[in-house]
């Protein structure tokens, strides 16, 4: 909310459903037509609204909703009736989200941020919170302020609302973690569970929970839990199906076969998720592509994840989303830098540098919101005074010269400062990961069974020794009949002594080799031969794998050890 890598990176938000006070659970085949009535402005007819809203949501007929309810927003503002409008607002800015219209979501939003919410009934401050927690990632990339926005909205809920928007709330929450790969998300997912276990929660909500599990669980490392959880979430579905999540549930189990080499099953999941991607937020599309992208790279398929990857770029500009852009167009970079098409990879460079500054510009821009609001207030107060033009011209001239002379030295300034704390950053991450190097590693002995124990020593040496890690094929089942025993036992024996699983043990090993040869050699080795000696199939899961790892890009850690070299 992320960790770690992109893998960990699926969906923005599992739905978008508002905090609202009603429950109206089910919708039948008639609800569409019966949700296109007009309404009259009155307050009764914004509980109506709310349960059709549900209806609509879940069917996914954002066009019907928006159409029914914008005379109700114009209506209301007529009538001066500021808590009608408001839901109206809130229920129009949702819809355009979910239905990809982000210039048609911003009319409302403006509305929402300039509403005083303290009046407001509990239900619509919730539903308020929730609109903007979700525009502040799908817009803006503004993860603190959607964590803020939608906190807020999830204690809102909890003190007034019913079960099944606080579990509502806290998936959003998880989701936020999860996409940021931040295992943080655990509590709030702990927490989700807890909720569901109520016999006041659906079906459809004990499915929102497990999957929200699932996916910390995987962000942990846990696969074999994550797949529980997902078993658990499909047994309550039954035979209920919603299509708004089923694509972010594919994309998952997809994930967790991609981490578990399972290469068919994960294409084939991949394939499903964007077959489902239609009833879904462009956030998840555009992760689909990200993550089906990285797998066809790790598998040696360029052609097909350069491919993925430009469809997911122009999803994103085509909708003026945000989410997962800047993550494809560095793909998109070092792919066309592999392959030596360095004018492309120019292009997807300054993209994803525009998209960057233009995120580390927001805060900036809002410290410097109060100095221009000020300069404002005292512009107008000198046109005010009377004095002559000329000395009123001549004034004014000045003042925004020195204003903009000083806003320059403070972007200066704080650019600069940011540089020094990132280069800072990167040599504390840089000198942790030394240092866990150094360590001696220290085996566990709780529940301590001398056959595992003796099968984790033979693949201990073996990696360490004979360095089967570079081997491009070593699979769990390669492992398993090299050692001359099964998958099963292998898996349980690396889970117990290394805390994760057999993918990530191996890539533990890689990286650290490429480590000693980026010690070893300076600058004289390329990534991609260091990436073929260590055992990658591709520039790209190196790439990937050493970001996971160490939290840094091969490029940055290897500037930052150098330095430390030097200054040694």
């Known amino acids: 909310m992320d960790t770690m890598i992109q893998p960990h990176r699926p969906v923005i938000i599992i739905l978008l459903t508002a905090v609202l006070v009603l429950t109206v659970s089910g919708c039948s085949r008639t609800d569409r037509t019966a949700c296109r009535s007009t309404v009259s402005g009155t307050l009764q007819d914004s509980a109506d609204i709310a349960r059709t809203w549900i209806r609509l949501s879940r069917l996914g007929a954002h066009d019907s909703l928006i159409r029914m309810t914008v005379p109700f927003f114009q209506q209301a503002l007529e009538d001066g009736d500021s808590v009608s409008a408001s839901w109206a607002a809130a229920f129009i800015a949702q819809s355009s989200l979910l239905d990809n219209n982000i210039d048609s979501a911003e009319k409302y939003i403006s509305f929402l941020e300039r509403t005083e919410t303290g009046n407001l009934p509990p239900g619509l401050q919730g539903t308020i919170y929730n609109t903007l927690g979700i525009h502040s990632v799908m817009t803006r990339l503004d993860y603190p302020k959607a964590i803020e926005y939608l906190t807020k909205s999830y204690r809102i809920t909890l003190e007034h609302g019913h079960i099944g928007n606080q579990i509502i709330q806290l998936a959003n929450i998880v989701n936020l973690f999860y996409i940021r790969s931040d295992i943080k998300g655990m509590k709030f997912a702990r927490e989700v569970l807890k909720t569901a276990s109520s016999p006041d929660a659906s079906p459809y909500h004990r499915y929102i929970s497990d999957i929200s599990m699932a996916k910390m669980q995987y962000v942990a490392g846990h696969t074999d839990s994550a797949w529980h959880y997902i078993a658990l979430a499909e047994s309550n579905a039954g035979q209920d199906s919603w299509p708004s999540v089923q694509a972010a549930t594919d994309l998952l189990k997809a994930d967790l076969c991609r981490s578990e080499s399972a290469v068919r099953q994960a294409d084939s999941l991949y394939r499903e998720a964007l077959r489902s991607s239609g009833h879904t937020d462009i956030g998840t599309t555009v992760s689909i592509y990200l993550h ?149 590693a220290k085996s566990k002995t709780a529940n301590d069974n001398s056959q595992d124990r003796s099968l984790w020593d033979r693949l201990e040496t073996a990696m360490q020794e004979q360095k089967v890690f570079r081997q491009k094929d070593m699979t769990l089942d390669r492992a398993a009949a090299m050692l001359g025993t099964n998958r099963t036992y292998l898996s349980k024996a690396v889970n117990t002594f290394s805390d994760c699983d057999f993918s990530t043990y191996v890539n533990k090993y890689r990286i650290r080799e490429s480590i000693s040869i980026m010690q070893e050699c300076g600058k004289q080795t390329a990534f991609k031969e260091i990436a073929d000696r260590v055992g990658y199939n591709s520039l790209q899961a190196y790439y990937n794998a050493f970001q996971k790892e160490t939290g840094l890009s091969p490029g940055k850690y290897r500037e930052q050890i150098l330095r430390i070299q030097k200054t040694s």
Request: net charge neutral.
């Open 292 to 440: 089906y992208g990285d797998f066809a790279a790790e598998t040696g398929l360029t052609d097909k994840a350069d491919s993925l990857y430009r469809q997911g770029v122009f999803l994103s500009e085509r909708h003026d989303n945000l989410e997962f852009r800047r993550e494809l167009l560095l793909r998109l970079t070092d792919l066309c830098h592999a392959r030596g098409n360095e004018a492309e990879a120019m292009k997807f460079y300054w993209q994803y540098r525009d998209i960057t500054d233009r995120v580390a510009a927001n805060r900036t821009e809002r410290d410097f919101n109060n100095l221009l609001i000020s300069y404002s207030e005292m512009e107008h107060e000198v046109e005010m005074q009377g004095k002559e033009i000329a000395v009123l011209k001549a004034n004014r001239r000045t003042l925004i010269t020195a204003f903009t002379a000083a806003i320059l030295i403070l972007v200066i300034l704080l650019l600069w400062l940011r540089y020094r704390k990132q280069q800072e950053m990167y040599r504390k991450l840089v000198e942790q990961y030394q240092s866990h190097l150094r360590q001696t």
